[in-house]
């Protein structure tokens, strides 16, 4: 069996602690069984190898989430990585084609495709040896996961079905994708279940769908035509236009970690970070991310969050429908953790008449870690360092950078940094674009210098 993991979301109903750059599936507010701090793509990834240690498992995400897949899971993640964020339809064709061009699995081989977000126990992974029987033994195209409801909700698809006699499956007698409340009022009472987010297919059913939307299984030539896929969920696209359907029924615990009502359940402290709570706090969760105080009075089901890139402020009920609120937020993502450290935006100054726009970071770069050899072609950079000493790449020269010393990098220069220890700086740039566009990488080996031998 082939695992995909979708991990391309960016999950804006976790705002502000979630953004284009800093998806949700990474944020450590969960705990594993030894009571350390761990993300949901961490906490699944650790269950799937639990559960089937030898399954190959293909992670599908945005190419700005190459870093935290790297940091969290290891180099050995094996990944394919969209040229656009659009939706799992598209996502799931191209990481196919991946496995079907690339790798060249058979037709015959089943694929199974699990989101990262939802929170489960083991008994889930083990569901899908009964999904792979499920589906050669009904000669079904799919074959879904069926979550038992525990309440009518607008969120997720519902599905119906006819129980086969002996066997453990039903076949789908009809699907419906998020539907409105009322409906999915009746449909929980007729027994309906939610589709827990797992397809099972065989790898011929999977060319089927790219060779109709293509021509032809070439992962570089749907790489080329993604942006002209339909921006669609598989639901969409396949569950609801398709008769040749099973499930598997799931009687354990599932949860859907896309929303801080959802999440806040499984979060082992109710604050993090620097908070005061008033005792008369109940059912409330306060995460801050900022150096100043946050306190919190008097509050019930509440959950606070504040972060570089916004406080929200809501009822746990009614977090679960911010996100078209998010939505008209168009800010530059404030915070983020890449492969070599992080970065904080510390502030963005408006251009005046006559001088340029400036924005200051503050990065931290980790022991044996580097910043790529890169050039920008619309901003100056002024590097001052703090704390900590690196080595400083200009134009192929190198000297060493200690707290105290300002570098000043022209527009057009090649520069980078290198440290053993661990460097701090705070980074100012000067242009009349700022934008993480603005970068062109070049080759630069730093493994003589992070190993003990200083090149110069």
Request: charged share 30%.
């Amino acid at each position: 069996m082939k695992i995909i993991l979708l991990s391309g979301g960016s999950g804006k109903r976790l705002w502000p602690l979630s953004n284009e750059a800093r998806s949700k599936q990474f944020l450590k507010v969960l705990q594993d069984e030894e009571g350390n701090s761990e993300s949901m793509i961490q906490r699944i990834y650790r269950q799937i190898r639990q559960s089937r240690p030898d399954a190959d498992v293909l992670i599908a995400a945005s190419e700005a989430q190459s870093d935290p897949i790297r940091r969290q899971i290891g180099a050995q993640a094996e990944t394919v990585f969209e040229p656009s964020r659009r939706h799992t339809y598209p996502a799931i064709l191209l990481a196919g084609a991946y496995l079907l061009d690339k790798k060249q699995i058979g037709e015959k081989e089943v694929i199974a495709v699990l989101p990262v977000d939802p929170y489960v126990e083991q008994d889930y992974f083990e569901k899908l040896g009964e999904m792979e029987q499920a589906l050669a033994d009904s000669g079904a195209q799919v074959c879904l996961l069926g979550v038992r409801p525990t309440y009518p909700s607008e969120k997720y698809g519902y599905m119906t079905g006819e129980p086969v006699e002996g066997k453990n499956y039903c076949r789908v007698t009809a699907y419906a994708e998020k539907p409105g409340l009322e409906t999915a009022r009746r449909l929980v009472e007729e027994g309906g279940r939610w589709n827990g987010g797992v397809f099972v297919m065989r790898a011929c059913f999977v060319r089927e769908l790219i060779e109709k939307e293509i021509g032809q299984v070439s992962f570089d030539r749907l790489y080329e035509q993604y942006d002209r896929l339909p921006c669609n969920s598989f639901d969409y696209e396949v569950s609801e236009k398709n008769a040749s359907l099973v499930y598997i029924p799931y009687e354990g615990e599932w949860k859907d970690m896309g929303t801080w009502n959802t999440l806040t359940e499984r979060m082992e402290k109710p604050d993090g970070g620097f908070v005061v709570r008033g005792e008369a706090c109940r059912n409330t969760h306060v995460i801050n991310e900022l150096a100043i105080p946050v306190v919190a009075l008097g509050l019930r089901d509440m959950v606070v969050v504040a972060s570089a890139d916004g406080i929200l402020v809501s009822d746990k009920h009614a977090s679960s429908y911010m996100q078209r609120y998010v939505e008209q937020i168009d800010n530059r993502p404030m915070y983020e953790k890449r492969q070599w450290g992080e970065y904080k935006v510390l502030d963005i100054a408006p251009c005046r008449a006559g001088k340029e726009n400036s924005l200051t970071k503050h990065l931290h770069v980790e022991a044996g870690r580097s910043l790529s050899y890169q050039a920008h072609e619309l901003r100056d950079e002024v590097w001052t360092i703090i704390d900590g000493k690196g080595l400083f790449l200009l134009d192929g020269e190198i000297r060493e950078a200690v707290r105290g010393d300002v570098l000043y990098i022209p527009k057009g220069h090649k520069h980078g940094m290198a440290t053993r220890d661990g460097v701090d700086f705070i980074e100012v740039q000067l242009g009349t674009e700022l934008v993480e566009e603005d970068i062109e990488r070049f080759p630069w080996d730093w493994d003589e210098f992070l190993t003990g031998t200083d090149r110069a």
